[in-house]
């Protein structure tokens, strides 16, 4: 077997990790016996896999973009980092890279059992202790803190990021961080990609574009993850991004001196906000923050409650340093006792009470939503002791917020309560809402589509010669094609007067349907799958992009003999699209009826023409087909195509 040298000694920093060669072999299979896949992400699918002739068990990650060349196998974001990162305890190891005949990279590192995300998921009914909590975020902290001290960043800190593996029953696990695909030397000339991190842990700095971000990101994510792990549920589950800002906003409160005196203890003030607000021609809602602490119960209304607020703040500059999270309360004080829980009454009289005291000083927002998230998880059932889900509490008739509801309001009113709560200030949650949403925000790559249709409508919508996303200049070559992705779309600087936002039916309507999209009741793990099964290889362009155009692109699903081929024909520029679907029987069991006979047929004709030849006659990368998979609700689509254009000649 050929040994290339893939990293020169002068490559690696004082620390990197000793002299790697990347291994050509023909398949990876000759060399290890996979076992079952693990995850697939957007960029890479991950398999456990044994080498065989031994039983060492290891995790392969195979990158779907395949490389040009040797060289480039280096210059992968997520190679190079992981490279000259040193070893460390929280962070996945890498053992060894192959690449096969086909110039597919595989990544051999050691193998985890589960992701955080995965972890969560499977606690619905037993939270993690107090103790166990702290644990975790301390390895992630280590693990951050050892990527910043290298000179790197990560950008994409997430549940899903984040491998752990249970130690022998008890509730605590090895924790490491992986993912390296974002990462970013802090040395390096940013501006950076604004358009990194998953929407739901994403820095207030990168939801406003400010392209001059740093570690800071990790922390404020890391804090996003604090929460998630404390009470199962995520703190800003935003809808797009406009959501994540107003939700950051009810908790926080707006990042304005005027809004942050309203309240006490939230994100404090952060002056860059009205610059990047302002150029992003958006208005931020006026709201005081919350006091995380009021509203937990104990032991979390403490040092935990404190190193959220810490970690949640605007101003990237106000956000401690890894080192720094460690030395907080919450690490370094004496095992916290529970506290004995107070009676009953008084607790949730008072937290109701707390509530609804910032609820009336608050007239823009109605807190139902940060109520039921913020305190659920801990609030004492009827017997004292710790409810862990709102599942049971939906199950005992929700008594506790019932009568502490109604405590609440007879001290202001005495009249009548019902025996319902029935107040626009505090509604129940459904019994169906669910501790974990249906749909978790994929990398926010996929939201690339989204925008490009919204700003072709925005562009169909005023006329005018610049579409509110431009193409920016970008460097060529395969290890910045993430970074090409997201800049592609880079919000160019518009015309300061022209609305920006919900400023065009199409744009709204576009708006909706994504919104539908993200609230389809697909479970989380359906959903996951159609993002993960989907992949591409390729996009068949028939004709000359100057004339008239047709692309073909067919989805063939890999487990099913179900086929949706989806064509585009575009003769004229403005023409609509012909989205064609065959064979649908059985492919989704809705559709199956209706679908049965109809073997061409306009997709989604009420929609906007989301298929436009706009999006197409432009660059078209595979991740982009991708989310169209997506789009279409297609689950278990594997995207090909009958040419031999590959994903760098398109993009
Ligand atoms: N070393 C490992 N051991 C076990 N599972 C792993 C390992 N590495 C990754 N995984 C699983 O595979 C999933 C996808 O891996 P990864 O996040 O590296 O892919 P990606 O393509 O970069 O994803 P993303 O869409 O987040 O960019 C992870 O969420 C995790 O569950």
Known sequence: MKKYLWRTPSMANQNGRSLKEVIKCTAIYDVFSVVQKVGDGTFGSVHLATRKGSMKVVAIKSMKKKLMKISDAARLREVHSLLHLSEHDNIVNIFDLYIDQSFCLHIVMEFLEFNLFQLINSRR???????????IMSQIFKGIGHIHANGFFHRDMKPENILVSPIENSDVYKVKIADF????????????????????????????????????????????????????????????????????????????????????????????????????????????????????????????????????????????????????????????????????????ANQVGKVGETQVSLPTFSLQNIFTKVTLPYVEDKTGKRSSTLYQKFHKGITGFKRTFQKANKSKKSTKMSQTISTPMYRPPSPFFPILPQIRPSTPLNLKLRNYMLSTAEYNATNKSMPMFMETSQTEGPNQLRDKENTQFRRKSTNASTPSYFTSSARNSILSYFDAETSSPTTLNDRSATLRSSKFSGLSNDSSRSTAQTYSVLLEPSDCEKTLLWKKSSLKGDSNAQVTKRSLKNFKGEEADEEKNDSHQHLDSEKPSIFSSDILEHDFPDFCVTSLADTLGVPGLTLKSDSHVTSETIS
Do not use: H
Not at 125 to 135: H, W
Not at 217 to 230: H, K, L
């Open 125 to 135: 009914d037993k939270p993690f202790s107090y103790n166990s909590v702290r644990d």
């Open 181 to 348: 695909g974002l990462a970013r030397e802090i040395n390096s000339s940013p501006p950076y990609t604004e358009y990194v991190s998953t929407r739901w842990y994403r820095a207030p700095e990168l939801l406003l574009r400010d392209s001059y971000y740093s570690c800071p990101v990790d922390i404020y994510a890391a804090g996003c993850m604090a929460f998630e792990i404390a009470t199962l549920q995520p703190i800003f589950p935003g809808m797009d991004d406009l959501d994540q800002l107003y939700k950051i906003c009810e908790i926080l409160g707006s990042p304005d001196d005027e809004s942050q005196k309203m309240g006490f203890g939230g994100g404090g003030t952060w002056k860059q906000a009205e610059k990047l607000t302002k150029d992003l021609g958006i208005i931020l809602p006026k709201s005081a923050p919350l006091n995380l602490r009021e509203l937990f119960s104990p032991p979390w209304n403490g040092a935990f409650a404190s190193m959220l607020t810490e970690l949640l703040q605007w101003n990237p500059d106000a956000r401690p340093s890894a080192q720094a999270c460690l030395e907080l309360d919450f690490f370094v004080a004496k095992e916290e006792k529970v506290q004995k829980p107070r009676k009953e009454k008084e607790t949730k």
